[in-house]
């Protein structure tokens, strides 16, 4: 298996995902998903959240079904802390409370609710800059920020960082399409720079804290370098 296993036992199973790559079955061509591969290494497993295509990071699974009812209610009842890193055109506040409903728009993206729209689902997400960088042509100027939603609507992160001025880096639906570039043209970052960096819950069967993280991607670190950051 190409999987790094983030954490396993016998109810849980956590792996980072990468980027590119599908969680489980889409409507298009047929191609192998994180799932199917994790599985001939690691047995039946069940889905208990998703991760968009571009997005890279922990990913988790049940392995029992005990454990999947109770990370199905974790979940719903927003029990799951979830802590993303996310990297943005523009320049963020240090700190913010991200809160505009969002609602469906069409093949299958997701905008801000107009006020009193039926359609809207309530949605939170707090963010807080970690380092700001100055263009450095030809790239823009970039902040990488942590994003960490209290509510778990589809493209929600990606939604309110458009809608606050700050769009990801490179984001086809809902900023601008990229890729970034460095010195000479070379291709930096090609995909949606946003990186499920951390989960923290209650282990589904003990009851035991629970901290699972993956390690920064290649990408994402290479244009961090590029971009001249001084934190890890």
Do not use: C
Request: aromatic content about 4%; charged content about 25%.
């Amino acid at each position: 298996m190409t999987l790094a296993v983030l954490y396993q036992d016998e109810h849980l199973a956590a792996v980072d995902k990468p980027a590119g790559r599908l969680v489980i079955p889409g409507r298009g061509a047929p191609e192998r998903t994180v799932q199917a591969e994790a599985e001939e290494a690691l047995g039946r497993l069940w889905v208990v959240h998703r991760l968009d295509r571009g997005t890279s990071g922990v990913l988790l699974f049940a392995r029992s079904a005990a454990a999947h009812r109770a990370l199905n209610l974790a979940f719903d009842r927003h029990e799951v802390e979830k802590r993303y890193l996310a990297l943005v055109r523009g320049a963020p506040p240090t700190e913010a409370r991200l809160d505009a409903a969002i609602a469906p728009a069409r093949r299958g993206r997701m905008r801000p609710a107009r006020p009193g729209e039926e359609r809207g689902k309530a949605a939170v997400t707090r963010v807080r800059l970690l380092e700001a960088f100055p263009a450095r042509p030809p790239l823009p100027a970039l902040a990488l920020v942590e994003a960490r939603p209290e509510t778990g609507r589809t493209h929600q992160i990606r939604v309110h960082l458009a809608w606050a001025g700050t769009p990801l880096a490179v984001d086809p639906d809902y900023g601008d399409a990229g890729p970034l570039t460095g010195e000479g043209g070379a291709v930096l970052l090609a995909r949606t720079p946003l990186h499920a960096a951390g989960l923290a819950l209650r282990h589904p069967i003990s009851g035991a804290p629970l901290a699972i993280e993956a390690p920064l991607p290649e990408d994402l670190a290479r244009t961090l370098a590029a971009a001249g950051a001084t934190t890890p």
